[in-house]
């Protein structure tokens, strides 16, 4: 797919892999929305890109509400017209508390970005961009936890969203078999991002910001000190979009790990109670 020329919109673009996608796709050509639940941090970073004569337009998004969702796809269609590639890729962290001791709010603020974020994104941003009829993609951002729980992380609420991102992308891509709209899941592995502070942009119909100092700071440093740049992950994204690429993996993949349970799966399956069809 040619990328420039073409319109896209990225949520959580204000930092981290966000920001990296919409600059790949800005240095790409893309005509580009750049949406996040900080309302300053996203035009700060939009203006920064936009100074390098790139066609960049901020809007504030919340991408649990749908009438947020609604809202910044008027907007992006009313600046730039026509919609081609939406990049459902804001995300919040959930590790660190046992399953057990995760309070109800915690449960719904990550299913709420981490899923319905992705559901709001392909009731919208979807319909819009097959109207068109012109070649399109979506991409919605997973993770290497969307293939594996990682022990002693205690990621357990994490994982199963990514999980679900996964298996809504699975869906998705086909649903749109034999149109000319491609899907691609991003699955990287521990990128440097400020990620393990989401829970301090909350939304207020879900609690309110909340302070989780020390499981912040251990996911923090592990992040830092593993990470790769996310700048990487948006070129990783790009490449993506042109080759029609579905799992995008990329950074630090515990492979075996992954392999591992899907021989655990495949074993399963040769069961006497199994019949295969």
Known sequence: MDISGKTAIVTGAASGIGLGIATALAEAGAKLVMADIQKDAVEEAAHGLSGTNKRVMPVRIDVTQEQSVLDALAEAERNFGKLHIACNNAGVPMHGTRMIDVPPRDWEFAMGVNIWGIIHG???????????GEEGHVVNTASVAGFQNRRGTNQGPYSMSKYAALSLSEALEHELEGTNVGVSVPCPGPINTNIARGARNRPD???????????????????????????TVGERVVDAIRTKNFYAFVGAVPAEIIKARHRRIEDALNSPWVTHY
Do not use: S, W, Y
């Not at 009731?123 to 068109?132: D, E, G, M, Y």
């Open 205 to 231: 119909h879900m609690g309110g910001p909340q302070i989780r100092a020390n499981d912040e700071a251990v996911l923090a440093e592990r992040l830092a000190t593993t990470g790769l740049d996310p700048k």
């Open 122 to 132: 392909i009731r919208h941003f979807v319909p819009a961009i097959l109207r068109h």
